[in-house]
T-cell receptor, first 115, second 113 residues
């Protein structure tokens, strides 16, 4: 069983640039969630995709957007990067639309630094 | 909207001693509760979850948690900790029929030799 993999592991970008983070879901999972974890904080929910449709969104501006592909892999795109976007971005996959009934399986994250 | 409070940002405890990590939640509807663990430079791993039924939930690595609806708490306990338990622990809540899981700020468990 292949776990959740994220790429790249580390990334350094300049303020104003755009970034794309990638996630491959665990085999058999059709739901993917993205979280932002700032230093010393808990993960904050960005959004969730189920069968290629956005299925819930947290309190993040529209410059945070995502995609889910037919093979259930996913991308997180962030436009017009700000210094406060520096964080660990976590992808989590699960099976089914309602996450509570299927545990989230997390990847190891992408560490984004914005300078 | 639901929220989670973990009052202790750090908990130091001697090896082989018991530990309790506190978690309180706020919600106006039925909730589902979780504890996740994050080891250094890794993603989060599910320790245990409460969905319904028995209020005492047993998880992996000898951890257990008790759901207390009247006190809106879900404290995590282990009778004897090991150095390998050094990690960050996150309490999380999801409201009934809501797809998102909300995490607390975490408690760093520091095991003293």
């Amino acid at each position: 069983e292949t776990g959740v993999t994220q790429s790249p592991t580390h990334l350094i970008k300049t303020r104003g640039q755009q970034v794309t983070l990638r996630c491959s879901s665990q085999s058999g999972h059709n739901t993917v969630s993205w979280y932002q974890q700032a230093l010393g904080q808990g993960p904050q929910f960005i959004f969730q995709y189920y069968r290629e449709e956005e299925n819930g969104r947290g309190n993040f501006p529209p410059r945070f957007s995502g995609l889910q592909f037919p093979n259930y892999s996913s991308e997180l795109n962030v436009n017009a990067l700000e210094l406060d976007d520096s964080a660990l971005y976590l992808c989590a996959s699960s099976f089914g639309q309602v996450s509570y009934n299927s545990p989230l399986h997390f990847g190891n994250g992408t560490r984004l630094t914005v300078t | 909207a639901q929220s989670v409070t973990q009052l202790d940002s750090q908990v130091p405890v001697f090896e082989e001693a018991p530990v309790e990590l506190r978690c309180n939640y706020s919600s106006s509807v039925s909730v589902y509760l979780f504890w996740y663990v994050q080891y250094p430079n890794q993603g989060l791993q599910l320790l245990l979850k409460y969905l319904s039924g028995s209020t005492l939930v047993k998880g992996i690595n000898g951890f257990e948690a008790e759901f207390n609806k009247s006190q809106t708490s879900f404290h995590l306990r282990k009778p004897s900790v090991h150095i390998s338990d050094t990690a960050e622990y996150f309490c999380a809540v999801s409201e009934w029929r809501d797809d998102k899981i909300i995490f607390g700020k975490g408690t760093r468990l520091h095991i003293l030799p």
